[in-house]
């Protein structure tokens, strides 16, 4: 059992009881409202030593070979990165096989990442050599201050301790860098039509499920400001989440 990461209250209401819907992994899941700050989150959850049982090897897993439309995704992806920032030196945290590094390489940018997964990091290696880091990334020995934009494409709701992480971020970006994360919405229409079986509800995988308010909430509560908040969705991945949440109805 854990206070809420964001305002530390232990004021919480249960929403609803998941399941694995995804990957059918047996086991519940409680989803409860801070009544305080508005933070959804699971509660109780897994022990950190513990989760890695609910991730099978196949997930996030995908072709060594990058296809065009892979590449086409990852345009899609990067485009409100690239509006702030045209090229620089770039830290991807939870970069998987490594294909948003892998655009971003080839338009001029220079990459590294983190991944704690290991057939994920050696993927990424193999298709990027030595610019990637296994394990994670309050581990790593990047330098402070060295980097222009750090991204996080769903990462953040995986993370335990998500304020940690985007201070340990912060610490690496230069004083005008840039953070780009995305997370899935849990006040979008779709997460309120089909509650529990959302396919984004991914329990206990996403151990939090940010609004636009309280995503903002502990962006800024990590010392970050100038904050941008868009919507949009994800390229091809709006009509598989929706397909998803039917099947899962």
């Keep these: 059992n854990i206070a809420c990461e964001l305002c530390g209250s232990c004021n919480a209401k249960r ?10 992994i047996p086991g519940e899941f409680t989803i409860v409202r801070c009544a305080d700050c508005g933070l959804k989150y699971i509660n109780p959850r897994p022990a950190q030593s513990e989760i890695w049982k609910y991730y099978p090897e196949t997930f ?3 072709s060594a070979a990058f296809s065009e439309e892979d590449m086409d995704r990852m345009r899609f992806i990067a485009a409100p ?51 990637v880091f296994h394990g994670r990334v309050e581990d790593a020995d990047f330098q402070e201050g060295s980097f222009d934009a750090a991204t996080m494409v769903h990462v953040l709701e995986h993370i335990y301790q998500p304020l940690d992480m985007l201070g340990n971020v912060r610490r690496f970006l230069k004083s005008d ?14 997460a309120r039509i089909f509650g529990k079986r959302w396919a ?18 502990i962006v800024k509560k990590a010392g970050y400001s100038n904050i ?3 919507h949009g969705p994800e390229y091809k991945g709006k009509i598989m989440s929706m397909s998803e949440s039917l099947r899962h109805m």
């Design 15 to 24: 929403v609803f009881t998941a399941r694995d819907m995804n990957w059918r």
């Design 228 to 230: 941008r908040i868009t």
């Design 60 to 62: 996030m897993s995908g």
């Design 81 to 131: 990165l690239v509006k702030r920032k045209k090229t620089g030196s770039l830290l991807d945290i939870g970069c998987g096989s490594g294909r948003l590094l892998y655009y971003l390489k080839k338009n001029g940018w220079e990459v590294h990442g983190v991944e704690p997964r290991a057939e994920g990091a050696k993927q990424a290696a193999e298709k990027l050599g030595p610019v």
């Design 177 to 190: 860098g840039v953070l780009m994360a995305e997370v899935p919405n849990i006040e979008s229409l779709e």
């Design 200 to 217: 984004p509800i991914d329990a206990p995988r996403h151990l939090f499920h940010f609004s636009p308010r309280t995503l903002e909430a």
